[in-house]
């Protein structure tokens, strides 16, 4: 089974900084495309960064570009998002995704999501 588990949420203030950490089983982790999504209450679901499985090249979304980085350590099957100079609009449910190209079908994997709140 594909498990994938983030971890690293919680509350902080504006301006702080946050690692989150998203442990993933059951899948040949160096194969997959990891990303960060978040969603906030009343709000669509959007990418915030992405690493491919190749040369591990990045691309973040306009808001958290040069405030958040994404890596991943492929030897830990973990990827993380560090997060700095958090603002209010990054409170969010942020989620962890696996996506690999198949034959028929992608495959897409999720993790549950860990809430991040930015308040003072």
């Known amino acids: 089974q594909v498990r994938l588990v983030e971890s690293g949420g919680g509350l902080v203030q504006p301006g702080g900084s946050l690692r989150l950490s998203c442990a993933a089983s059951?899948?040949?982790?160096?194969?997959?495309?990891m990303s960060w999504y978040r969603q906030a209450p009343g709000k669509e679901r959007e990418l915030v960064a992405h690493?491919?499985?190749?040369?591990?090249?990045?691309n973040y979304a306009d808001s958290t570009k040069g405030r958040f980085t994404i890596s991943r350590d492929n030897a830990k099957n973990t990827v993380y998002l560090h997060m700095n100079s958090l603002k209010s609009e990054d409170t969010a449910v942020y989620y962890c995704?696996?996506?690999?190209?198949?034959?028929?079908?992608?495959?897409?994997?999720w993790g549950q999501g860990t809430q991040v709140t930015v308040s003072s």
């Open positions: 995704n696996a996506v690999k190209r198949g034959i028929f079908h992608d495959y897409d994997y």
């Open positions: 690493i491919t499985s190749t040369d591990g090249s990045t």
């Open positions: 059951g899948l040949t982790f160096s194969s997959y495309a």
